[in-house]
């Protein structure tokens, strides 16, 4: 093989550059570290007798032949199976819509449900409205269709009303997408007033449930459950890639979103389904989360996410408008907040480290992400090195 650099492809890669340059972070060993860094709110990969549980089931399938590792084919042709079937009806059951749809991954969802949506409308006609924090795979279609987004600010639905009056015509298809908690921010969205508001308009409202799907709203449903009752032009999406533990991405809808979805989502008819193994280990955790069992994990994650965002805030630090599981810690520049994550880790405490583009400029921050099997006696070491860390930078700052 030739040297890298006189790749004419590999010199025009090299040459672009980056104001914040990327790279997959180092694999750690987490068995000494307290994990804040993770996605997986309900522990389903970490508490060893939920995970018990979960193989146990799974085997029995497996065992009985009930179950196959791969789809094999798209649902539309060899991919179709009971256990996909059966997953959709307990999230439309459970979500309170008519039906429900599952995609490959999260992002797959966003990006092609939303493309399907818009591609075949009139252009002229189509208004985004949408906040400003929200997710990049809710930013893809429109960019990939190259639609302008009128950005309101961050949950400020105040804002997205005086936006609405000011652009939405009476002939426009207007959109309205939000999420419900948010990813970055750890903010709640107010739905009951957004779709008051949507219902003006009577716009399509698609509300993202990634970070609430499995512990929050009824029996942690998320944070629509019901909502479809009140306003029906309503799209709801979700992951199974968090607090389910696994992969994969759904939607709630009507049957008639549904069926045109299958007609037009090219992200749903041209892949190969979920693997179906993997579709039943979601169905268990979703099936059982109405149980005592999960209701304590749940209680027990919103105890130390109080707790933790108590004492941040004793301590002064910024934590923004978090009101959830998701409790940012924002350090303005990347310098402050990648020593902060050194810090943290030197101390085998696991974060996330934010940085733009993800967030605006100069809210760079790390990222703590509450777990079900969190202990306080965990919450209070965090608390404790975060305290030091205060007074670190204070003596430091003396000296300089
Ligand atoms: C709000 C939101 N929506 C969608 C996604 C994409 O989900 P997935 O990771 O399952 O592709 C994410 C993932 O980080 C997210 O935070």
Same mark, same amino acid.
């Given at each position: 093989?030739?040297?890298?650099?006189?790749?004419?492809? $590999?010199?025009?890669?090299?040459?672009?550059?980056?104001?914040?340059?990327?790279?997959?972070?180092?694999?750690?060993?987490?068995?000494?570290?307290?994990?804040?860094?993770?996605?997986?709110?309900?522990?389903?990969?970490?508490?060893?007798?939920?995970? $018990?549980?979960?193989?146990? #089931?799974?085997?029995?399938?497996?065992?009985?032949?009930? +179950?196959? !590792?791969?789809?094999?084919?798209?649902?539309?042709?060899?991919?179709?199976?009971?256990?996909?079937?059966?997953?959709?009806?307990?999230?439309?059951?459970?979500?309170?819509?008519?039906?429900? /749809?599952?995609?490959?991954?999260?992002?797959?969802?966003?990006?092609?449900?939303?493309?399907? /949506?818009?591609?075949?409308?009139?252009?002229?006609?189509?208004?985004?409205?949408?906040?400003?924090?929200?997710?990049?795979?809710?930013? $893809?279609?429109?960019?990939?269709?190259? /639609?302008?987004?009128?950005?309101?600010?961050?949950?400020?639905?105040?804002?997205?009303?005086?936006?609405?009056?000011? @652009?939405?015509?009476?002939?426009?298809?207007?959109?309205?997408?939000?999420?419900?908690?948010?990813?970055?921010?750890?903010?709640?969205?107010?739905?009951?007033?957004? *779709?008051?508001?949507?219902?003006?308009?009577?716009?399509?409202?698609?509300?993202?449930? &990634?970070?609430?799907?499995?512990?929050? =709203?009824?029996?942690?449903?998320?944070?629509?459950?019901?909502?479809?009752?009140?306003?029906?032009?309503?799209? *709801?999406? =979700?992951?199974?890639?968090?607090?389910?533990? &696994?992969?994969?991405?759904?939607?709630?809808?009507?049957?008639?979103?549904?069926?045109?979805?299958?007609?037009?989502?090219?992200?749903? !008819?041209?892949?190969?389904?979920?693997?179906?193994?993997?579709?039943?280990? !979601? @169905?268990? +955790?979703?099936?059982?989360?109405?149980?005592?069992?999960?209701?304590?994990?749940?209680?027990?994650?919103?105890?130390?996410? %109080? #707790?933790?965002?108590?004492?941040?805030?004793?301590?002064?630090?910024? !934590?923004? *408008?978090?009101?959830?599981?998701?409790?940012?810690?924002?350090?303005?520049? %990347?310098?402050?907040?990648?020593?902060?994550?050194?810090?943290?880790?030197?101390?085998?405490?696991?974060?996330? $480290?934010?940085?733009?583009?993800? *967030?605006?400029?100069?809210?760079?921050?790390?990222?703590?992400?509450?777990?079900?099997?969190?202990?306080? &006696?965990?919450?209070?070491?965090?608390?404790?090195?975060?305290?030091?860390?205060?007074?670190? &930078?204070?003596?430091?700052?003396?000296?300089?």
């Amino acid at each position: 093989m030739k040297n890298n650099t006189d790749n004419f492809w $590999h010199n025009l890669m090299l040459n672009q550059k980056f104001e914040h340059p990327r790279k997959l972070p180092e694999i750690i060993n987490i068995e000494n570290m307290i994990d804040f860094c993770t996605n997986d709110y309900l522990g389903v990969n970490t508490i060893q007798e939920l995970k $018990h549980n979960i193989n146990n #089931y799974l085997t029995d399938l497996l065992q009985n032949d009930n +179950v196959n !590792i791969g789809a094999t084919g798209s649902r539309l042709l060899s991919g179709n199976t009971y256990s996909h079937l059966k997953l959709e009806q307990l999230i439309a059951k459970t979500k309170g819509s008519e039906s429900a /749809l599952i995609f490959n991954s999260g992002y797959q969802t966003n990006s092609t449900v939303m493309t399907a /949506l818009l591609k075949n409308l009139d252009k002229n006609k189509i208004k985004i409205f949408s906040d400003k924090a929200n997710h990049a795979s809710l930013h $893809h279609a429109f960019q990939n269709l190259n /639609l302008k987004q009128i950005r309101y600010a961050h949950n400020n639905l105040e804002h997205l009303d005086q936006r609405l009056k000011a @652009y939405a015509q009476a002939d426009n298809y207007i959109f309205i997408i939000t999420e419900s908690i948010f990813g970055m921010e750890g903010d709640k969205t107010d739905l009951l007033k957004l *779709v008051q508001i949507a219902s003006n308009y009577n716009a399509l409202v698609y509300i993202d449930e &990634a970070h609430a799907t499995g512990i929050m =709203g009824n029996n942690g449903y998320g944070l629509t459950s019901g909502l479809f009752d009140i306003y029906p032009n309503l799209i *709801v999406m =979700g992951t199974f890639s968090k607090a389910l533990g &696994a992969g994969g991405g759904y939607i709630a809808c009507s049957k008639i979103i549904k069926n045109y979805l299958l007609n037009t989502c090219s992200g749903f !008819i041209y892949s190969t389904a979920l693997s179906p193994i993997l579709t039943e280990a !979601i @169905y268990y +955790v979703w099936s059982n989360l109405h149980t005592e069992y999960f209701s304590q994990l749940r209680k027990n994650l919103n105890d130390v996410a %109080v #707790y933790i965002r108590k004492s941040l805030q004793n301590l002064d630090f910024d !934590i923004g *408008v978090s009101n959830s599981h998701i409790i940012p810690i924002i350090l303005k520049d %990347v310098e402050k907040s990648q020593k902060m994550y050194d810090y943290l880790l030197k101390n085998n405490i696991k974060t996330s $480290h934010i940085r733009p583009p993800t *967030v605006a400029p100069n809210t760079c921050r790390i990222r703590l992400s509450i777990c079900a099997n969190h202990s306080m &006696a965990q919450a209070s070491k965090l608390i404790e090195i975060l305290e030091m860390s205060k007074s670190r &930078a204070m003596i430091i700052n003396q000296l300089n």
